[in-house]
């Protein structure tokens, strides 16, 4: 197989487990929520009974492929409690060929010393070095990955949570995915009480979404070799460590997976960020260092700030517009013969380099909006921008679409008032997504002239989603920038656009349509359009 190629690595047979198979109480316990309608979830799709588990067990240790994974895990003054839950969750994995990398920064807690002594003396498969000084989560970071000799690093905070699973469902990808550099996984935050709360359903890789903040969270597993190409932690982003390593890594266009599943638990405690956004001002001066050496690095010209209409952690990048004579605006007269309009425009003006299309009745647009939407384009793997559209009552017409498998895209957040951020600030961050709304959008000539245009044997607005998934497959994405707002007086409803579009959509694209919008988490409603839970059980994409 591919991966004995790549992995010529021998394990060492790993040493008895010290602790090894959780309680079912504990299982129980650590499955509790105060949120209703999430707990009902987690029942559904994310309780591992002891049977389970046990299952799971048998499983991994008959694997083949049983490669080591290194937990990297900088200590400092953690409450002991929650030092003991944390290593807890990592002894009484399903897959047990880890080893854990503990590093002291420095701790001058006696609780939080004795503590780390306690437990490395009881379990062989901890690994503690102590630094003599704090001397900041990078350095403790780098000093862990020295350290690690397994073929993969987990990064874990000291005071959060893994699920009993989340090894199981690495080891399981990487067995499917050999080639895989990165993967990471859905999340949730624990309460002070220790229940769980705030899912995080995370859409595929997104690139341009990690240009407005660090959506991937945790949990998060580099292949070892790769996260040391990286260099590892860079001394001085204290705070957004994992996010400036993350951005560097997506420089080099690594292969990244993402499983969807909840496998990490994010604590909530008094000074964390979890809880007091403001408990480390720092971090945010060091995302924005982050993203502004990332454009740098990549030679985008643009600035970076706080995104101040929400919460902290969010950022905008401005990125430098096109002269306004390298693109044209088509407006549409109606929304029949949408590609012959759209590919009679790009003949008829040879020379510009991209083309702005709106909708029959938007209203006249200021400079600002135009720089918006054509200034995204100057990434070269992004082929199409749209923006917000919203009806005369600021209400949203448009804030993302998400494909379904009928062929009629969901509209989130249609009817919502425009301040709505959303789940995921989903209206209101620049992100990725795979529908650009056909009244508001540009798209790139370059990219035009490689598809061969747009698809003439649609007759309506289907032409634009067939060419931008056409665009994907090709790895050119579509970016969504809220920046952009539109007003548009009416505009026929997607349920009223030809039949016949809608079939040949669906037909072409079943299969892609079948196993989900990679932008959209599967574990979150296509019914309504809020964004709630999915109650489908289970999710059709979701294995």
């Not at 709360?197 to 959506?215: I, V």
Request: with cysteine.
């Amino acid at each position: 197989m591919f991966w004995q190629n790549l992995f010529k690595f021998k394990r060492p047979e790993p040493p008895p487990p010290i602790i090894d198979t959780p309680t079912e109480a504990q299982l129980k316990q650590w499955a509790r929520s105060q949120w209703i309608e999430y707990q009902a979830w987690i029942f559904h799709h994310s309780f591992l009974t002891w049977h389970d588990w046990q299952q799971l067990r048998t499983t991994a240790i008959n694997w083949e492929f049983q490669p080591l994974i290194s937990v990297i895990t900088p200590v400092y003054n953690t409450p002991p409690s929650y030092l003991r839950e944390c290593i807890y969750s990592v002894q009484t994995q399903a897959y047990p060929y880890w080893e854990l990398c503990l590093v002291d920064d420095g701790s001058d807690n006696l609780e939080t010393l004795a503590g780390l002594q306690e437990l490395v003396s009881t379990d062989p498969r901890l690994k503690l070095h102590r630094l003599p000084h704090n001397q900041g989560i990078c350095q403790a970071t780098n000093q862990g990955l020295t350290m690690a000799q397994g073929e993969y690093v987990v990064f874990l905070d000291h005071d959060d949570r893994l699920a009993t699973d989340a090894f199981y469902h690495l080891v399981a990808t990487w067995q499917r995915h050999p080639e895989c550099q990165i993967i990471y996984t859905d999340r949730d935050m624990l309460s002070a009480e220790g229940h769980r709360f705030m899912h995080l359903f995370k859409p595929d890789w997104s690139p341009e979404t990690l240009l407005s903040g660090n959506y991937l969270f945790h949990l998060l597993a580099y292949r070892t070799d790769f996260i040391k190409q990286l260099g590892g932690m860079r001394i001085g982003l204290e705070g957004s460590q994992d996010y400036d390593l993350i951005l560097r890594a997506a420089d080099t266009h690594p292969i990244v997976y993402h499983i969807p599943k909840i496998l990490y638990h994010w604590r909530q405690h008094q000074h964390s960020v979890a809880l007091e956004h403001n408990a480390k001002e720092y971090a945010y001066h060091a995302g924005i260092r982050a993203l502004q050496d990332t454009l740098t690095r990549r030679g985008l010209v643009g600035t970076v700030t706080e995104n101040d209409q929400l919460w902290r952690g969010h950022y905008r990048v401005q990125l430098q517009p096109p002269p306004k004579d390298r693109y044209q605006i088509l407006n549409l007269t109606s929304l029949i013969h949408y590609a012959y309009q759209v590919n009679q425009a790009f003949v008829t003006h040879a020379q510009i380099e991209s083309l702005i299309i709106f909708g029959p009745t938007v209203q006249t647009l200021d400079s600002t909006t135009l720089d918006e939407l054509t200034a995204w384009l100057q990434i070269p793997t992004v082929g199409l921008v749209t923006g917000k559209v919203t009806d005369s009552k600021q209400q949203f017409l448009h804030a993302g679409l998400v494909h379904r498998a009928n062929g009629i895209p969901l509209a989130v957040y249609t009817g919502f008032p425009e301040p709505t951020p959303g789940y995921m600030a989903f209206t209101a961050i620049v992100r990725n997504l795979s529908a650009p709304h056909p009244a508001c959008c540009v798209i790139k000539r370059s990219l035009w002239q490689r598809l061969n245009g747009l698809n003439s044997d649609y007759q309506g607005p289907h032409a634009l989603f067939d060419f931008a998934l056409r665009a994907l497959e090709l790895g050119l994405r579509t970016v969504y920038t809220p920046f952009v707002q539109i007003t548009a007086t009416e505009w026929p409803i997607i349920e009223t656009w030809p039949e016949s579009d809608r079939l040949r959509f669906t037909e072409h694209w079943s299969p892609w349509l079948i196993q989900g919008d990679p932008y959209y988490n599967p574990y979150l409603t296509l019914e309504l359009n809020d964004m709630g839970l999915n109650t489908q059980w289970p999710p059709a994409k979701v294995s």
